[in-house]
């Protein structure tokens, strides 16, 4: 594959350094065991072989298997995910980890003891929806 | 606290270790004669490791380890672009690192190509137009069959590789481990796997995977290091870019423990004596040269006796200077008082009127008062000089220097400087922070160290409703029947490397002897590595299995241009294969829509779109050719 180089209009400051050797080595030779004319199929590739190509996502992958025809037990990667947990979710203090047993009304966090509690009023609503949004709980209906 | 001795106060610092480049190895003789021998490839989203499938002590571990990652920064050449082991730290990168996959299936085939490049490269493989060795490569279980197409198109048509076997990570292992137990085949068992991306549960029956059985948790070591970076973050705001995902990977891999009960174990770490003794401290690095005095006692007064050296040095040659000066001045008094001695009434005049002065008495006053300023500053001079060697720092006080300056008279030009230099320093001198830099740069990881692995078996704390990893277990064993269920556990079988975690073995045990039928037997063995143990299983199996003719589990060229892409030979550690006509890959955007249309002529579409492949064709002519077929 001859690789030729379509330099952007712009350059980024931090490639700049690696400027002058990009330009050198955009014309070493690829390893010698490819074929050089092999280009990449792909299932929608208007863009096939172009190289800023966007490869499909898995969620797109996956859209596009569902319409196999597979069978009712047929195993493939979409069915064979974990289903939904089946035991109510234990709650941990946000802050410490510890089993809680109350939650700030005005935070909705959760905490253990009293230290706890004063450490949470006196944190910045960045860090309280930080918390919220690591057990994805910053839905506003409670 | 009652007790004298203090807690051990476990401090560690971050290894933040450093990967050097690969180097580029010969190609072994042995590899090549008298068959060549298959390069085996374990295709792992974290990382890659690859060899050689030769029955030679010397290849027997992976001769390639490396990270499955790209970097490339915007606009540098496509062979520019870095590999693996390349980048010596991926923090500095991190933002331009790809990788060619999304969660545990290859998706970006122009970054698996350079992986590929990069493997057969180091190995050493320079046969040219074409790698002629058969080639082991993971993929995930029940991968896509769009995936493994492509994978497939790649192998074979890029690098032209004879044979082609595709097997399940966590099946090797457990092959290889099996293997190495004396369990002789077929194998019966279940896997728990749990890599980078997903964690699996395989069950095998009579030396095949299950597939209609098997479940993914969609957690696993990545989802850990960003939940323990994350929590980290909010912990410590100002420390926010020293969290860096590869520390929480070493915090992880070298601090971490999987609780064996973690509700108790959280309540023992509710005490503080156990706190104090069980938390690690990690030291981040710090330079002390940080502004805002945030320095140590000594360094301070250090730097202000420096300041105050300084100081004196300025002042004394001011002094030195301004003493000069007023010797001129005087002799220049006393000759024109000369004048005046010797009865030059006129000259003195004209020189009392060039010194802007009225009279002889304001002339005499001036000399006395220049003399007694030139005595005094002779005196100091003298004084300072002697004192300079015995002065102490902070000793004297900065209005005691002061003196001298406003004790002179109108004439003397006072500095204004040098006050307002000194007088600051007095409250600094009395002040003694007690702030320690060094702790204020520690990240004290308590609970973490065990919340973190959690999240394998409480996807809930990330706020995640799949199952855990041991509730699927059970959702898993209970669609057997009671004894498959029996010798499903009598060999449960842990691997991959988010299961490296101290306590992990006894933890499942724990659980499974909880699901379990009251006094029913069960077995839990951990792989030997569990990280690299599918590689091993892998070469063993090429081993065992050499390519030719019909043999199971290889994919020759031949199958994969009569039977598609996504063929795929059984073996005991692979996928199972669902014969499902794929559409060969058209170029063109309607194809997405078209797909159930195509299905149905896929065999000639595929046959045709190889030929044309095969010439040195523009790709858009062979699109051409399928579309007229189909």
């Known amino acids: 594959m001859t690789v030729v180089e379509t330099v952007s209009e712009v350059k980024p400051a931090g490639s700049v350094d690696s400027g002058p050797t990009a330009t050198a080595e955009s014309t070493a030779k690829p390893p010698p065991f490819k074929d050089p004319s092999f280009m990449h199929s792909g299932i929608g590739g208007a863009a096939a072989g172009k190289k800023n190509r966007t490869w499909k996502n898995l969620k797109q992958i996956l859209a596009l298997e569902r319409t196999l025809p597979w069978k009712l037990n047929d195993p493939n990667y979409y069915n064979i995910d974990a289903p939904p947990s089946l035991k109510p979710a234990k709650k941990y203090s946000d802050i410490s980890g510890l089993p809680a047993n109350y939650t700030d009304p005005q935070t909705k966090l959760r905490f253990t003891s009293s230290e706890e509690f004063s450490y949470i009023r006196l944190l910045p609503t960045d860090v309280v929806t930080g918390y919220l949004a690591l057990r994805k709980a910053t839905c506003i209906v409670p | ?630």
């Open chain 2, 1 to 630: 606290m009652a007790s004298l001795e203090r807690p051990v106060c476990q401090i560690f610092s971050f290894q933040d270790c450093k990967t050097s480049p690969d180097p580029i190895f010969e190609l072994p003789a042995q590899c090549l004669t008298p068959t060549s021998a298959p390069i085996v490839i374990d295709n792992g989203s974290f990382q890659t490791r690859a060899g050689w499938g030769a029955p030679v002590a010397e290849f027997a571990s992976p001769r390639l380890l490396f990270r499955s990652v790209a970097a490339r920064s915007r606009g540098a050449a496509r062979s520019e672009t870095q590999i693996g082991n390349d980048i010596t730290n991926l923090e500095p990168l991190r933002w331009l690192l790809k990788s060619q996959f999304d969660r545990n299936v290859v998706v970006n085939f122009e970054i698996q190509e350079l992986i590929f490049d990069y493997v057969f490269t180091h190995l050493g493989v320079a046969s040219e137009g074409s790698v002629e060795h058969p080639m082991v490569l993971t993929e995930a279980p029940c991968n896509p069959l769009h995936c493994r197409q492509m994978m497939s198109e790649l192998l074979f048509e890029c690098y032209h590789v004879p044979y082609v076997s595709y097997g399940v990570d966590g099946l090797y292992s457990f092959y290889y481990n099996n293997y190495h137990r004396n369990i002789h085949p077929p194998h019966t068992g279940i896997v728990l796997s749990s890599g980078y991306h997903c964690s699996h549960i395989l069950p095998v029956i009579n030396g095949r995977l299950d597939a209609v059985n098997c479940k993914r948790v969609n957690v696993a070591g990545s989802q850990a290091a960003s939940y323990l970076q994350r929590l980290l973050h909010l912990k410590y705001p100002g420390h926010l870019a020293a969290i860096t995902l590869s520390r929480m990977e070493e915090l992880l891999h070298e601090h971490s423990y999987t609780a064996v009960d973690y509700h108790e174990e959280l309540e023992k770490w509710r005490s503080p004596d156990f706190y104090e003794r069980e938390v690690h401290r990690m030291q981040l690095p710090f330079s002390g040269k940080v502004p805002g005095g945030c320095v140590s006692v000594e360094e301070r007064q250090e730097r202000r006796a420096q300041q105050l050296r300084r100081l004196q040095e300025i002042n004394a040659r001011r002094r030195e200077e301004k003493l000069q000066q007023d010797h001129v001045r005087l002799d220049k008094l006393m000759a024109v008082q000369e004048l005046l001695d010797d009865g030059l009434l006129d000259q003195f005049h004209k020189s009392l009127v060039e010194l802007n002065m009225d009279s002889a008495e304001e002339l005499q006053s001036y000399i006395n008062k220049l003399q007694l300023a030139v005595e005094q500053g002779r005196q100091k001079l003298l004084h300072s000089d002697g004192a300079e060697g015995k002065m102490e720092v902070g000793v004297t006080p900065p209005n005691q220097r002061k003196i001298p300056m406003d004790e002179g008279d109108g004439v003397m030009l006072m500095d204004p400087d040098f006050p307002e230099d000194t007088l600051p320093e007095k409250p600094a001198n009395v002040v003694q922070p007690m702030f320690n830099m060094a702790e204020y740069h520690q990240l004290f990881v308590g609970t973490e160290r065990l919340r973190c692995p959690e999240i394998l078996f409480q996807p809930s704390l990330t706020g995640e409703d799949q199952m855990g990893l041991m509730e699927t277990l059970q959702y898993v064993l209970a669609r057997y029947t009671p004894e498959q269920q029996e010798a499903l556990v009598s060999n449960v079988f842990l691997t991959g490397g988010n299961m490296q975690y101290p306590g992990m073995r006894e933890r499942v045990e724990r659980e499974l002897l909880a699901m379990r039928p009251f006094q029913s037997h069960f077995k839990v063995t951990m792989a030997s590595q569990p990280a690299l143990d599918a590689w091993y299983g892998a070469r063993d199996w090429a081993l065992e299995h050499p390519p030719g003719g019909a043999a199971e589990g290889w994919i020759s060229r031949q199958d994969y241009e009569e039977k598609g892409g996504e063929y795929l030979s059984e073996h005991c550690s692979s996928n199972v294969f669902i014969p499902m006509k794929l559409a060969k890959p058209v170029a063109a955007r309607p194809a997405e829509s078209s797909i159930t249309t195509q299905t149905s002529t896929a065999a000639s579409a595929g046959i045709s779109m190889i030929t044309s492949a095969l010439t040195p064709s523009c790709s858009t002519v062979a699109a051409d050719v399928s579309m007229v077929t189909s």
